[in-house]
């Protein structure tokens, strides 16, 4: 794994003001040196949360958080050290080194393709979803009652046919072997190869970063099994995501309803319950066959 240097992660920190980044999670007021708001780790009525733009830390003086924006993010995103240090790196334009082994760095770079593959085929499912030919997904989703603006958050979609994705990556320039790392191709036993999702109603899962990580999908007819999800791979592991954190993060996450499948998750978000995700675990749990 790479290790960052110490100048690195305080380049890092410095070109990461805490006050511009607290203020896009918390409203801030300024009162004397220091702003002041309500603490995002804790309820609270009357702000006791204080950022100091001149020792760039900040601290509750309710429930004793504190530190600089580094255990800023890393707390309030749910994420660890390294993941801290890319997304803060990310935001200031400063570019992170390589992995210094080479199995190593070829890991981080099927990891890098995964991850492209993922959000393409997120996004042609959503937009397979609107054509004249998902007429099936179209009827399930009206009977659901579920908006655009439901849709939209939550990026569901619609699996096409035999090789309709594959043959979209093949496109691309996506070579076999990032392909099947995605888990969304598998090879037939005659050596060709399909998407491992076909008409069915697809939940795509996303990490804290809004990077699709994995997907669910719905059969629409009397097909077994009803549900199929992805199997753990180079960037999935379902004991440590959740489905729809990504969207409930966005709204008051100081209290989290936790629910069992995919549709108890959205169906409250469409009733204006945006505190809810699902456990993965419990999510239908079956690999694609």
């Not at 300024?30 to 733009?53: I, M, Q, T, W």
Request: charged share 30%.
């Amino acid at each position: 794994m790479v290790r960052y240097s110490d100048e690195l992660i305080e380049e890092i920190r410095t070109s990461n003001d805490i006050v511009d980044v607290i203020a896009s999670y918390v409203t801030l007021k300024r009162s004397g040196r220091n702003f002041f708001g309500l603490c995002p780790f804790h309820n609270e009525k009357s702000p006791s949360f204080a950022v100091s733009p001149d020792k760039q830390i900040f601290h509750c003086f309710g429930c004793g958080a504190g530190g600089n924006v580094i255990h800023f993010v890393s707390k309030i995103e749910g994420l660890d050290f390294k993941d801290t240090i890319e997304v803060l790196a990310n935001r200031a334009n400063i570019e992170l080194p390589t992995l210094e082994n080479y199995e190593n760095d070829k890991t981080a770079r099927l990891k890098t393709k995964v991850y492209e593959i993922n959000k393409i085929a997120a996004e042609f499912y959503h937009e397979n979803l609107y054509k004249p030919s998902s007429k099936l997904a179209q009827e399930y989703i009206k009977k659901r009652k579920l908006d655009n603006r439901t849709l939209k958050a939550f990026l569901i979609g619609y699996s096409a046919n035999f090789d309709e994705l594959y043959q979209l990556l093949k496109q691309k320039g996506y070579t076999e072997e990032e392909m099947l790392a995605s888990s969304l191709i598998k090879r037939t036993q005659d050596g060709k190869f399909m998407d491992s999702f076909r008409k069915r109603l697809m939940f795509p899962i996303q990490d804290v970063r809004e990077r699709v990580i994995a997907f669910g999908g719905r059969v629409l007819d009397d097909s077994k099994p009803k549900y199929i999800n992805s199997p753990e791979n180079i960037v999935y592991s379902k004991g440590r995501n959740l489905f729809g954190l990504n969207v409930a993060k966005k709204f008051d996450t100081k209290r989290i309803i936790i629910v069992e499948g995919y549709m108890d998750a959205i169906s409250l978000y469409q009733r204006g319950i945006t505190n809810v995700v699902a456990s993965l675990r419990n999510c239908y749990d079956r690999g694609t066959r």
